[in-house]
T-cell receptor, first 116, second 110 residues
Framework: EPEVTQTPSHQVTQMGQEVILRCVPI?????FYWYRQILGQKVEFLVS????????KSEIFDDQFSVERPDGSNFTLKIRSTKLEDSAMYFC??????????????FGAGSRLTVL | DAKTTQPNSMESNEEEPVHLPCNHS???????IHWYRQLPSQGPEYVIH???SNVNNRMASLAIAEDRKSSTLILHRATLRDAAVYYC???????????FGAGTRLFVKA
């Protein structure tokens, strides 16, 4: 069964450092997403991406965050200058298409980010 | 966005059916009802979705009330592996985001 792959599985970084989280979505999917989950809290939407541009973003997704699809397979989330509160599990997801409200997301296993 | 209300937690015995309720009284006519689950230390996983009619797949069944203001996810025979947080989500026609609430934590006893 096709899956969404995320790397690294765990990254530890110092506050103020830049971090890039990588995702390989399912190959025929067209819509890509990042979510985060702070330990013990709910899954929060960050951003969606389609046709090489951001289609929607949450208020969490401020200027510290950026996304990119540098080639035909990877989808990245960059955090420019990490803060302690960025420590969380980050999930990448992809979906085949936007068909009314029936859009189904496939999630990766997540990348755990720990900011010290 | 229309909201959903789910119990914080539920408990079930292994190999018994489980009915997970969800209220969504402000649902609009074109909102789809989606269910995802999150197993411990994993990403969310799609379970099932529907619009008006009841739906069945290999994982579960979805029963949707006639007025669409509530729905129930049915696991026909709970296993220990079904212990997870189950999220009931309304997926709007326009928009690119799927918004997760707090969900229902299901405990399954052997």
């Amino acid at each position: 069964e096709p899956e969404v792959t995320q790397t690294p599985s765990h990254q530890v970084t110092q506050m103020g450092q830049e971090v890039i989280l990588r995702c390989v979505p399912i190959s025929n999917h067209l819509y890509f997403y990042w979510y985060r989950q702070i330990l013990g809290q709910k899954v929060e939407f960050l951003v969606s991406f389609y046709n090489n541009e951001i289609s929607e973003k949450s208020e969490i997704f401020d200027d510290q965050f950026s996304v990119e699809r540098p080639d035909g397979s990877n989808f990245t989330l960059k955090i420019r200058s990490t803060k302690l509160e960025d420590s969380a599990m980050y999930f990448c997801a992809s979906s085949e298409r936007q068909v009314s409200g029936a859009n189904v997301l496939t999630f990766g296993a997540g990348s755990r980010l720990t900011v010290l | 966005d229309a909201k959903t209300t789910q119990p914080n937690s539920m408990e079930s015995n292994e190999e018994e059916p489980v009915h997970l309720p969800c209220n969504h009284s402000t649902i609009s006519g074109t909102d789809y009802i989606h269910w995802y689950r999150q197993l411990p230390s994993q990403g969310p996983e799609y379970v099932i979705h529907g619009l008006t009619s009841n739906v069945n797949n290999r994982m579960a069944s979805l029963a949707i009330a006639e007025d669409r203001k509530s729905s129930t996810l049915i696991l026909h025979r709970a296993t220990l592996r079904d212990a997870a947080v189950y999220y009931c989500i309304l997926r709007v026609v326009r928009g690119f985001k799927t918004i997760f609430g707090a969900g229902t934590r299901l405990f399954v006893k052997a």
